[in-house]
């Protein structure tokens, strides 16, 4: 086209005048186009979900953390309660024991193009409950993929009457296109397991102008060494910001890495990305450092990489003498979950990793952790060991003690049903098995040597203690004779 222009307008003049004229037409279309594409709407819900498409509410479904998963009809909207206008979101959170969910939790997403929200400073909203209660996660910016830019308030207290409640944005230039209106989890830690009735109303995007960022932090504010390989990835968490609210009050919400800027201190050893994957690349040492808004966060990520990881040792069993839990080598029973986190106790969080094809169970922040495989259970009165490899690549303390225990469901295959028995077996530094680092520790116990354990013919679960917050990494977990 530029050499019909020139064939056709001899007077430079006029062709840089025509030049012009084009380049702010094609601006302001591209201007438009990006407008029309990504809308700015303010509102989520008023007395109905605005903007939303018509495929807008996802519950959370069963997964490692949970397996039974939220109840996928504690959403709706309530024509009969509202702070403004003639309807509400109301939530019922269920039972604990509710077979249909035993929480409330999920995400309203956009259904169609995403949302420019880089002229807002927070998510507001006005809540009230059918009771005094603590809701446990309330945020924006979960969309199920990628999930990049998830801003949370956590423990935020309701009463019975219409408060106001706001949720910072961290980094409102970083969502240009962002689908993730909502997310909320509410459980019944704090009643007892009874379930309770919240409502949420005039839920939108707001430009409040007196919101100031104040400080950042990573890995919880502390300074965290984790011993690891090539190849071995780890991530950044424990991202926290804190912001001086309108009300006076300081306000921390958890949020993603992404918000931030990473700096490794060495990227030879190890190099870290905008959502905060560590990945080592050679032995050595790195420090993962931080900032938010051009300050420095508190903590860091201290990677000490002893080099190439050494895979567990192939196992060499006939597979008809084995039932698999967790290995390459065999085909693996259903397994309801590799770590059903149980809260409010456990800590330990789960951050697999695959090297040369080889799928390793990285258990973090480790103390306990539990293996379920109830549908079916498993019979393995054939059987006589229980096999299970572990390494652990940071520092033993002396004592440290590593425990197995295996549960059988009893007669009528399911939990608590006051038939469940169980053995557990603790392996220490100065037992036969020691618990030693940077090797792989082979472990076989005997159902002979389990007289806790009275039954072999509906196992379900194996449970992992010990830990001191540190990392172990797991594999090739199976029952064999």
């Known amino acids: 086209m530029k050499n019909t222009i020139i064939n056709y307008l001899r007077n430079s003049f006029l062709l840089l005048v025509i030049v012009l004229v ?54 709706s909207v309530d024509s009969n309660v509202s702070y403004k206008g003639n309807a509400s979101m109301r939530f019922d959170v269920p039972n604990a024991t509710d077979p249909q969910g035993n929480y409330a939790g999920g995400i309203l997403r956009v259904d169609g193009a995403g949302r420019n929200l880089t002229d807002f400073d927070a998510l507001t909203f006005w809540a ?59 459980g019944t830690q704090g009643t007892n397991g009874f379930g309770y009735t919240f409502w949420i109303d005039e839920l939108k995007f707001e430009k409040l102008g007196t919101i100031l960022p104040l400080q950042a932090s990573i890995m919880n504010g502390n300074n965290i060494t984790r011993s690891t390989f090539v190849g071995v990835t780890s991530s950044i968490t424990g991202v926290l910001a804190t912001f001086n609210m309108p009300n006076g009050l300081n306000q921390s919400v958890a949020i993603s890495p992404a918000f931030l800027n990473f700096t490794s201190s060495n990227p030879s050893v190890a190099t870290v990305s ?79 990793f695959s090297v040369l094809g080889d799928n390793v169970l990285n258990y973090t922040n480790f103390n306990f952790v539990g293996i379920e495989f109830s549908s079916p259970t498993v019979n393995a009165t054939s059987m006589t060991h229980i096999h299970l490899d572990a390494f652990i690549p940071g520092a033993i303390a002396p004592g440290r003690q590593l425990r197995v225990i295996v549960v059988d469901f009893g007669a009528n295959g399911v939990f608590g049903g006051g038939d469940d028995t169980r053995h557990s077996t603790t392996f220490t530094a100065t ?12 472990i076989e116990i ?27 990494y797991v594999d090739n977990i199976y029952f064999h004779n």
């Open 274 to 352: 905008d959502s905060g994957l560590v990945t080592p690349l050679s032995a050595g040492t790195a420090v993962i450092t931080a900032t938010f808004n051009g300050q420095p966060a508190l903590g860091s990520l201290i990677i000490n990489c002893s080099g190439t990881y050494v895979n567990a040792p192939t196992p060499t069993l006939s597979p008809a003498n084995v039932i698999s839990i967790f290995s390459d080598t065999y085909s693996n029973v259903p397994v309801n979950y590799y770590n059903g986190y149980w809260q409010p106790w456990q800590t330990t969080l789960s951050n697999n």
């Open 431 to 442: 037992t036969s098995t020691p618990v030693v680092s940077q090797n792989w520790i082979s």
């Open 128 to 186: 009230k409950a059918s009771q005094g209660v603590t809701i446990g996660e309330i945020g924006f910016g979960e969309d199920f993929y990628p999930n990049k830019y998830i801003t949370t308030m956590t423990n935020i207290s309701l009463g019975t009457a219409w408060t106001k409640y706001i949720i910072p944005i961290p980094n409102a230039s970083k969502l240009l296109q962002e689908k993730g209106m909502f997310r909320y989890s509410a």
């Open 446 to 472: 005997p159902f002979s040597a389990m007289p806790g354990l009275l039954s072999k013919s509906n196992l379900a679960q194996i449970i992992l203690e010990g830990g001191d917050n540190s990392i172990i």
């Open 22 to 75: 084009n380049l702010n037409c094609e601006r302001d279309l591209s201007d438009e186009a990006t407008d029309a594409t990504f809308a700015k709407t303010a509102e989520v819900f008023t007395d109905a979900p605005v903007g939303m498409g018509t495929n807008f509410y996802f519950p959370y479904g069963p997964d490692a953390n949970n397996p039974v998963g939220s109840k996928f009809t504690a959403w």
